[in-house]
């Protein structure tokens, strides 16, 4: 277990917030190809890393959601109290009334970094952060970084900023940032990647991991494209936990307008971005006391992203059988997960254990599973973070990755 204060606090929310305002396009010339940066977000082991924005045109049938912009923050509590927990409530159905066709260019900030010796695998790690936060979760501070820890053995990763969050254009966030184009943009991405579009690097095989929101996002794309990853590996997402779990938490995280509740970051954003500062509603959100650094929950804090009302809607919107998937998946979620399980991952029954019959009937005889002991939501802002990585990198090695 590492002790608390690991780094310095201070530093890391300075540029967590001067890296990522919400209403900034895309300059090729900023991040040329093979520009030698190093990898944004962690104190770690210093790694190459390419940055750019990359234009992805993509399409999708997105819903058509009848709610108008929220005119202030009154609206979007009641918004939430009725879509999510009034009980029997139909608001969230009353308001989406059909799909409709969404086609577009969008500028999506993205990373991939490189170990800082020779590339040892031929399989490049493909990662989908969560709702409410951006591409920094997966390099977020020294000792919880994924990035360090794929690189240090021998895995190229591939981050990015998904549409509306980060650095990434903000589309509009009740018909255009929504889950079914986000699987349309990061399928395209997949395709670039493979065919050399990106970088010079050679991509044999590509591993999708997800968090959350991330991992619906996967789980649509092995649905739809699955042919599109050799393994899948979804974080922070099972199913058969309680109906409520999700309406419990979004209870606690206290959405509110985006520009309102942080200005210097958003206050150029429609007022359907939402997000939350609320110290204690992220640690209900998240977190699992005492197995976490305060200093992570206040960095979590700072690092707050966006979720728009059209995200909120189709959060669930990818989830679906993948029939067709024939590779490995793996399954790994914190034990005492709020949104998920409602604080519970192990009752009635092990809902890791039995979430591929259920969503990958075909996936490959080593797909496996992990439980997190102590951990909430964020499993990467755990102590137990290292665990659920040496998981993750063994269930590769095992399948030949």
């Not at 997800?210 to 899948?232: C, E, M, R, V, W």
């Not at 679906?320 to 005492?336: L, Q």
């Not at 964020?378 to 998981?391: C, D, F, L, R, V």
Request: proline fraction near 6%; glycine fraction near 10%.
């Amino acid at each position: 277990m590492r002790s608390p204060a690991l780094f310095a606090i201070a530093a890391l929310t300075a540029r967590a917030f001067a890296a990522s305002p919400g209403n900034i396009k895309h300059d090729w010339g900023r991040y040329p190809r093979g520009s030698g940066q190093l990898c944004e977000g962690s104190q770690g082991p210093q790694r190459p890393v390419f940055s750019r924005y990359i234009d992805v045109t993509a399409s999708a049938e997105n819903y058509i959601i009848n709610f108008p912009e929220p005119a202030n923050e009154t609206v979007v509590t009641e918004f939430v109290l009725e879509a999510s927990l009034q009980i029997n409530g139909t608001l969230a159905k009353e308001l989406v009334t059909g799909t409709q066709h969404i086609s577009g260019t969008y500028a999506i900030y993205s990373q991939l970094c490189f170990p800082k010796g020779p590339t040892t695998s031929s399989t490049l790690q493909f990662l989908i952060h969560g709702g409410g936060y951006a591409r920094e979760y997966w390099n977020n501070a020294p000792g919880y970084s994924y990035v360090d820890f794929a690189a240090e053995r021998g895995y190229p990763t591939f981050l990015y900023d998904r549409l509306g969050c980060g650095l990434s254009d903000h589309a509009d966030p009740l018909t255009v940032v929504q889950s079914p184009l986000e699987v349309a943009i990061a399928h395209e991405l997949v395709q670039q990647l493979r065919n050399g579009a990106i970088s010079n690097l050679v991509v044999e095989k590509v591993f999708g991991v997800g968090h959350s929101f991330g991992s619906q996002q996967l789980n649509g794309i092995t649905s739809a494209y699955p042919k599109d990853l050799d393994a899948a590996e979804l974080t922070g997402l099972v199913v058969g936990g309680p109906a409520s779990s999700s309406a419990v938490a979004f209870a606690a995280f206290n959405l509110n307008i985006a520009a309102i509740l942080d200005p210097a970051r958003f206050g150029t954003l429609p007022s359907a971005y939402l997000t939350s500062n609320s110290e204690a509603g992220i640690q209900t959100f998240f977190f699992r006391a005492q197995n976490f650094d305060p200093a992570l929950l206040t960095l979590s804090v700072a690092t707050a992203q966006t979720l728009t009302i059209g995200e909120f809607l189709t959060l669930t919107a990818g989830i679906s059988p993948a029939a067709n998937f024939t590779g490995p998946v793996d399954f790994t979620i914190g034990e005492h997960d709020m949104p998920v399980c409602q604080g519970n991952c192990l009752l009635p029954t092990n809902l890791a254990a039995g979430t591929k019959a259920l969503l990958y009937p075909a996936a490959s005889n080593g797909s496996s599973y992990y439980v997190a002991p102590d951990t909430g939501h964020e499993i990467n802002y755990h102590y137990s973070a290292t665990g659920a990585y040496e998981h993750i990198h063994k269930f590769l090695k095992k399948n030949g990755l």
